[in-house]
């Protein structure tokens, strides 16, 4: 079984995602970092619009730690413009999904990303 970290501020949305995934999430960027650090998860699932520091200053800090930095991670946010998404995928997100979220596409790129990482 994989363990994924999500990262989401917006209760519908962490709904969404963990009754898909049947995970449990966090809601701020600090949560996060905290989280990943003790537990090492498979994958995070990260909002950018966070209380605290944001999505993008968080995996930062994730990819500066030689401890986090090689967990894939993907962008989940509303920000569907081609400069943000330009943004958050130079900022080192390895995949990006927009909300609203289509499952198909979640569920997808969740599975290639845990392919991926093992």
Do not use: C, W
């Amino acid at each position: 079984m994989s363990l994924i970290l999500i990262v989401e501020d917006n209760e519908k949305n962490m709904k969404l995602v963990r009754d898909v995934l049947q995970a449990k999430g966090y809601a701020t960027g600090e949560d996060g970092i905290r989280l990943a650090t003790e537990r090492k998860p498979d994958l995070i699932l990260m909002d950018i619009q966070l209380p605290g520091i944001n999505g993008i200053e968080a995996l930062r800090v994730l990819r500066a730690n030689p401890e986090t930095a090689a967990i894939p991670a993907v962008a989940v946010t509303a920000s569907v413009m081609q400069q943000d998404r330009k943004h958050i995928t130079e900022a080192g997100f390895d995949g990006y999904l927009g909300k609203p979220l289509n499952l198909k596409e979640f569920l997808e790129t969740v599975r290639a990303m845990l392919e991926k990482s093992t």
